[in-house]
């Protein structure tokens, strides 16, 4: 199956789903063979510890649509993503979790969205959850943070189910945790057609959520990591430039002032102090040496940008299929 006769990419990040693999990969061939679609199945194995690696093999073996690669360990959802963006042949990329959670028969529509209403990006919403409080409370407030930082009118942004027009994939970097911000990567990197699409949230019918409370915390953690990254990465200066202008004309217009302030007692006859008995004259020191190491720190940044080594190079210690 060559390159240009894929329609669509499916990558499903794995981690301990060895039970729901066989019902979901059945499930996603059905719908794609009812709509003619030509497709391949990325799972990408994260380092599962139970057999999860076996079953993908089996799939593999019975149906070559189902592409696998496994990584040497655990190297977390956005590793996963990533590889399996690098790996994706088709014109569309739809990305779903292994759980069941997701349902494959918004695979159509999502494509549709994407072919047919120039969508470059559509993200899966679910508006009815089946979570719990402890859960859903926690991610409306996270989902209303990141629409204020990111201007992008989203309700999930952590939804696993997205579809993705090909360009988007292929010229976007997924590292570290920030899978959770893609959409944000995507628009920061060019790609403003973002859309949203009601989808369905089935309750977890195998295994145990990897869902904890400290999501969140890296979570927002990522947010502010993301943001001064994708802004900044490539112009350093900017950002570095900006503070040191503040904080030297700081320091510059607290120097000025307590000058001025002792040449005008000495005129007057008045009482003077040293500059160096005032405490402002500290305080302006220090804005003025922040100020300086903030530029040498933009200069520093600019440097090093020539020769930032790519992100993203996972250890793969097998591949089946055409991956």
Not at 22 to 44: G, M, T, Y
Not at 93 to 106: F, N, R, W
Request: glycine content about 8%; charged content about 25%; hydrophobic content about 40%.
């Amino acid at each position: 199956m060559s390159e240009q006769a894929v329609d669509l990419s499916i990558v499903v990040p794995v981690y301990n789903e060895e039970e729901s693999l066989p019902e979901l990969f059945a499930w996603i061939c059905r719908v794609v063979d009812e709509h003619q679609l030509v497709a391949e199945v990325l799972f990408i194995d994260d380092g599962s510890q139970d057999s999860s690696w076996q079953v993908i093999k089996g799939l593999y073996a019975k149906d070559g649509r189902a592409v696998g690669i496994k990584f040497n360990r655990n190297y977390g959802k956005s590793a996963a993503l990533q590889t399996g963006f690098e790996r994706a042949r088709g014109a569309v990329v739809v990305t779903m979790d292994a759980d069941l959670q997701d349902s494959p028969d918004e695979l159509p529509e999502l494509v549709r969205m994407i072919r047919e209403e120039g969508f470059q990006l559509v993200s899966g919403w679910k508006k009815k959850r089946h979570d719990p409080l402890g859960k859903t409370i926690p991610s409306k407030f996270f989902n209303r943070v990141t629409r204020w930082v990111s201007g992008i009118k989203l309700h999930d942004f952590n939804c696993g189910l997205k579809a993705y027009d090909r360009e988007v994939v292929k010229n976007i970097e997924v590292y570290g945790e920030m899978h959770r911000y893609i959409p944000l990567i995507a628009k920061w990197n060019g790609f403003y057609k973002i859309g949203e699409k009601v989808v369905q949230h089935r309750e977890r019918k195998y295994g145990t959520t990897k869902f904890g409370l400290e999501r969140f915390i890296h979570g927002f953690l990522d947010l502010i990591s993301v943001s001064f990254v994708t802004r900044f990465r490539k112009k350093p200066m900017h950002f570095f430039g900006t503070l040191g202008i503040l904080s030297f004309l700081f320091g510059m217009m607290v120097t000025v002032y307590v000058i001025g302030d002792k040449l005008y007692r000495q005129y007057m006859d008045l009482p003077v102090r040293d500059v160096v008995d005032q405490p402002l004259f500290f305080l302006a020191l220090v804005g003025i040496l922040i100020g300086s190491q903030m530029f040498l720190a933009g200069f520093l940044g600019e440097m090093i940008i020539q020769a930032n080594p790519k992100k993203g190079d996972y250890l793969i210690s097998e591949t089946l299929g055409d991956a």
